[in-house]
């Protein structure tokens, strides 16, 4: 099976940030001051070099797209030069719609001397006509929902899961289930009083295998790269869970225990407190996103009421740890049933204190981490198959 090669959207550019200056672009909140100015500098932050060797390229075939060190967007990614479609790249200019008149001689001065985009200098992009990046509305409302489910709490775990919203049962039972079907073209937020189906948080054996495959990829590319810019690590671990207990309200308790020796790794007991679900038209997964409790409890002393058996692979980076785990489970109440098995993949936030910490002190950073670990999800969306037919 050839490697699997993921389809980036574009790969952040390896910056250089003058002392004392932050890496992270300032959002805008609603009681922002548009007349305040930035506490960065153009000249170090915004510095363009046509003529540095630090600009790289994207690799794919065929493909024209440019990243150069030092460019920023209005998003916080690197700049880019899209591939003009039938246009030789050296004799691409300006765009030849007319300037107006008050501007002819400034845009004059500025690309007669320059009609190449080798030699020319391009301006740096400032994220809106204030000079300040509105914050993302996606991120904003994600992060709003952990903060108000999160806050108070300890122990708290904040997951997100792929896998498929399902629409709500027929009354008349005329019609099976099936996943939802929203109109949009992009990635929903699903309120929470909409009427849904159960959340189904298994893939096929085939599509754990490309997931696999991608994530195995990722971790041997970045082991050239510097231990402080996104090495991805990776671990395994083989568990036996074994749950006590009827759940609701108060969850179930889990001892996890090391398949090879035995020994107790955990015990805890897992309570859900809040669910946001994400719909992904277009793509083979949904996702959720969850806010849980962990905590740690004493050895119970009665019978499990079910055990399952966990291989996970574990690939670690920056703020998150995206879990590949195929699970086999059996009911003890009926040792003759047959077991299930089943595939999961599940994304981790690594430091939760940490991540509250910050939503509570409304700083950048809270919309940073946030941020590294939505895209997380929505690449491994992106570079998903769909389940053989």
């Not at 810019?229 to 309200?249: E, M, P, Y």
């Not at 996970?312 to 049933?337: E, F, I, M, W």
Request: aromatic share 6%.
């Amino acid at each position: 099976m050839p490697p699997y090669i993921p389809h980036h959207d574009r790969s952040p550019p390896h910056r250089q940030f003058p002392p004392g200056q932050s890496p992270t672009p300032r959002y805008a909140s609603p009681d922002s001051d548009p007349t305040i100015p930035h506490n960065w500098t153009r000249e170090g932050l915004f510095r363009m070099s046509s003529d540095s060797g630090d600009g790289y390229e994207d690799q794919r075939p065929g493909s024209s797209l440019s990243l150069r060190s030092g460019a920023v967007n209005g998003n916080g990614n690197g700049s880019y030069v899209p591939r003009q479609r039938g246009v030789v790249e050296e004799e691409a200019g300006p765009s030849k719609k007319r300037p107006r008149q008050e501007e002819e001689g400034h845009y004059n001065q500025q690309y007669e001397q320059a009609p190449t985009h080798q030699t020319r200098q391009v301006m740096p992009l400032t994220g809106s006509i204030f000079n300040i990046l509105p914050r993302n509305p996606f991120t904003s409302v994600v992060g709003d929902f952990i903060m108000a489910s999160a806050s108070g709490l300890s122990d708290v775990e904040i997951e997100i899961k792929l896998g498929t919203i399902m629409s709500a049962p027929d009354p008349t039972g005329s019609q099976p289930p099936r996943r939802i079907r929203m109109p949009t073209q992009s990635e929903m937020i699903m309120p929470p009083d909409y009427p849904l189906g159960p959340f189904h948080s298994t893939m096929h054996p085939h599509q754990y295998r490309v997931f696999n495959n991608l994530l195995n990829s990722a971790t041997q590319t970045s082991i050239t790269l510097p231990p402080h810019a996104g090495r991805v690590h990776f671990s395994r671990s083989k568990l036996t869970d074994s749950f006590h207990g009827n759940g609701g309200r108060s969850g179930k308790l889990r001892v996890s225990r090391d398949r090879e020796t035995g020994e107790v790794v955990h015990v805890v007991r897992k309570r859900r407190v809040a669910d946001m679900n994400v719909f992904c038209p277009g793509s083979p997964f949904d996702w959720r996103i969850s806010v849980n409790v962990e905590e740690p409890c004493e050895m119970p002393t009665g019978p499990p009421t079910m055990t399952r058996d966990k291989d996970r692979a574990c690939y670690r980076h920056q703020v998150c740890q995206v879990d590949l785990t195929h699970v086999k489970s059996g009911d003890t109440n009926h040792p003759s049933s047959k077991p299930t098995s089943s595939f999961e993949l599940e994304i981790e936030v690594l430091d939760v204190p940490t991540l509250l910490q910050e939503g509570a002190a409304g700083s950048d950073r809270f919309d940073e981490i946030l941020q590294n670990v939505l895209d997380t999800a929505r690449m491994l969306v992106k570079n998903a198959e769909p389940a053989p037919v």
